[in-house]
């Protein structure tokens, strides 16, 4: 064989190596994000809507320039019955409709945004709590004005709203709590069990053999 005669290397050197792209799984996470906080601002503007309107504002006369509820004759003056039901009653529906909320959202996220747990989870904590947030700020927005601060112009004998008024202001953060709770409870009930896992796993294994 001459020396300078170049065998050239063999089909499988000489051709490039082409390695596989990794998927790029930031992306769909971030809609994920994104899908659960545009979820919870619309619904926090929506939920707030709806507890405004099915609230029933209790009302109240002016009296000597103050304004007192429950009032209904100054001559003689007589209170109504029931004078707390405003704040109660006012309660009561934020409440039930930032728990629906925060349900609704919730076991949507469990079922359809669930590429990633712990992402979904900070997704719910964070987007639930400005919903709640939202919520509050519509009724605040929605409400009749402070009839305290009308009374000290009107006339006596006036009838006045109250104004939306919640027992604690934290009560926002039952949308976030209450999504959570929808989460885990979706989470637990679908996890699977450790037979179902050692199965599908021994199924995997006989395949690659």
């Known amino acids: 064989m001459p020396d300078n005669l170049i065998v050239p290397p063999p089909p499988s050197l000489a051709a490039p190596i082409r390695r596989t792209a990794r998927p790029d799984l930031s992306r769909p996470v971030l809609v994920q994000v994104a899908i659960i906080m545009v979820a919870f601002v619309v619904g926090g503007l929506v939920a707030g809507l709806a507890a405004v309107t099915l609230w029933t504002p209790p009302t109240g006369m ?3 320039g103050k304004w007192y509820r429950g009032l209904i004759s100054i001559d003689p003056p007589a209170i109504g019955q029931n004078i ?9 529906w934020f409440s039930v409709c930032a728990i629906v909320l925060g349900l609704l959202v919730g076991i949507a996220a469990a079922i359809w945004l669930n590429r990633s747990e712990l992402v979904t989870l900070a997704a719910l904590t964070l987007g ?8 509050l700020l519509v009724t605040s ?15 006596d004998g006036t009838v006045l ?3 939306f008024q ?26 699977p069990h450790p037979a179902e896992v050692h ?8 395949v690659e053999r």
């Open 128 to 135: 639930g709590t400005i919903g709640g947030g939202l919520m």
């Open 199 to 206: 199965e599908l796993d021994g199924q995997q294994a006989a």
């Open 84 to 92: 707390d039901q405003g704040v109660f009653a006012a309660t009561a």
């Open 62 to 64: 002016v009296l000597e």
């Open 141 to 155: 927005l929605l409400s009749p004005e402070d009839p305290n601060g009308l009374a000290k112009g009107a006339a």
């Open 166 to 191: 919640l027992a604690s202001p934290w009560l926002v953060l039952l949308v976030p709590g209450s999504a959570m709770l929808a989460l885990m409870v979706i989470f637990l009930m679908w996890a």
């Open 161 to 163: 709203e109250d104004s």
